[in-house]
C-alpha cells in the first residue's frame, strides 16, 4: 500500500513554469513505475509522463515532449514533473501515480493501482 500526495499546482501565464512533487508514504516506493496523468474537464484521463522503477527509462507524451521532465529521488520517495513553455491547453486537474505491475512503466491508467487526489494546473493566455 502506498499512498500519494500532489503539491505544486497553481495558476500561471502561458510560458510560465511550475514544478510539481508526488510524496509517497511506504518504504517500497523504489519497487513502483511512477506516471502523471492529467485530465481536462470533458475530456478523458491522458498520460502526461512515465518513469520506471530506477528511473532509467522515461516516457512524454507528444503533446508536452521537449516542454516537461519527470524524474524521481527514490531516497526522499518523490516524484516530480517539472513543467516549462505552460500553454493553456496544459490546463487539466495533475495526478500522479504508482504502478506496481510493470517493469518498465505503463502507459495504460488501469495499471496504476495507487493514484493521489490531484493537483489543479491552470494556464492564462
Known amino acids: 500500500q502506498v499512498q500519494l500526495v500532489e503539491s505544486g499546482g497553481g495558476l500561471v501565464q502561458a510560458g510560465g513554469s511550475l514544478r510539481l512533487s508526488c510524496a509517497a508514504s511506504?518504504?517500497?516506493?523504489?519497487?513502483?513505475?511512477m506516471g502523471w496523468f492529467r485530465q481536462a474537464p470533458g475530456k478523458e484521463r491522458e498520460v502526461v509522463a512515465a518513469?520506471?522503477?530506477?528511473?532509467?527509462?522515461?516516457y512524454y507524451a507528444d503533446s508536452v515532449k521537449g516542454r516537461f521532465s519527470i524524474s524521481r529521488d527514490n531516497a526522499k520517495n518523490t516524484v516530480y514533473l517539472q513543467m516549462n513553455s505552460l500553454k493553456p491547453e496544459d490546463t487539466a486537474v495533475y495526478y500522479c501515480?504508482?504502478?506496481?505491475?510493470?517493469?518498465?512503466?505503463?502507459?495504460?491508467?488501469?495499471?496504476?493501482?495507487?493514484w493521489g487526489q490531484g493537483t489543479q494546473v491552470t494556464v492564462s493566455s
Open positions: 501515480a504508482a504502478d506496481p505491475y510493470s517493469g518498465s512503466y505503463s502507459l495504460t491508467p488501469s495499471r496504476y493501482s495507487y
Open positions: 518513469i520506471s522503477k530506477t528511473g532509467a527509462r522515461t
Open positions: 511506504g518504504r517500497t516506493f523504489s519497487s513502483y513505475a
